[in-house]
């Protein structure tokens, strides 16, 4: 089994929807982020998080929100979604026992949302 | 701020010959250097990183890469590709001191293997 999971893998929407993406791991890591993949961009980092009390802003929040539910869960929502949100999600996690900013990030497998 | 630069955003090579990704960072600080590797319709995997030490830093699957300070630079090699190399590169960095979390990715570098 995969040890951060992603859900849904693929979604379509419709302009002003709400539509959450939820990130799953099996890791017992302490942090975990949210990023945003588009072609030719690399990673833009979104949102993330320390524990399950420690939530930050990365370099492009507007239109999103988080909740991390457990230590073991965070979400990513789209409060009202607009195409240029159309990309590919990823959910990492890292250890912070494992040497802090040293630390490897781990990935899932990623969530491709068109926004229509 | 610290930023990198993924010099080349397409890289198309033929198998066995060797390759070169190049990366180039900006930090008035000293950093941590990481290669990731995402493959079609995957995730992104760690190929290596550099923290200290040893400039050359080997990693999975025959890759290497060197660390140099002076060109602030941390280039990837690899000296004979195959098929399933093709795939997308990104060069990350993240600050060495205080508790900064920042990794900041390169745009990406796509290397292709052609028979």
């Known amino acids: 089994d995969a040890d951060v999971t992603q859900t849904p893998r693929n979604r379509i929407t419709k302009t002003g929807k709400r539509i959450m993406l939820e990130c799953s791991q099996t890791?017992?890591?302490?942090?975990m982020y949210w990023y945003r993949q588009d072609p030719g961009l690399g990673l833009r980092l979104i949102y993330y998080?320390?524990?399950?009390?420690?939530?930050n802003k990365g370099e492009i929040s507007d239109g999103y929100s988080v909740s991390r539910q457990a230590q073991a869960k965070f979400s990513l929502s789209l409060e009202s979604a607009i195409p240029n949100q159309t990309a590919l999600y990823f959910c990492a996690t890292s250890d912070s026992k494992r040497g802090g900013t040293a630390a490897e990030q781990y990935f899932g497998p990623g969530t491709r949302l068109t926004v229509t | 701020a610290q930023s990198v630069t993924q010099l080349d955003s397409q890289v198309p090579v033929f198998e066995e010959a060797p390759v070169e990704l190049r990366c180039n960072y900006s930090?008035?600080?000293?950093?941590?250097l990481f290669w990731y590797v995402q493959y079609p319709n995957q995730g992104l995997q760690l190929l290596l990183k550099y923290l200290s030490g040893s400039t050359l830093v080997k990693g999975i699957n025959g890759f290497e890469a060197e660390f140099n300070k002076s060109q602030t630079s941390f280039h990837l090699r690899k000296p004979s590709v195959h098929i399933s190399d093709t795939a997308e590169y990104f060069c990350a960095v993240s600050y060495s001191g205080g508790s900064n979390y920042k990794l900041t990715f390169g745009k990406g570098t796509l290397l292709t293997v052609n028979p």
């Open positions: 890791k017992g890591h302490d942090r």
């Open positions: 930090s008035s600080v000293s950093v941590y």
């Open positions: 998080s320390f524990d399950v009390k420690d939530i």
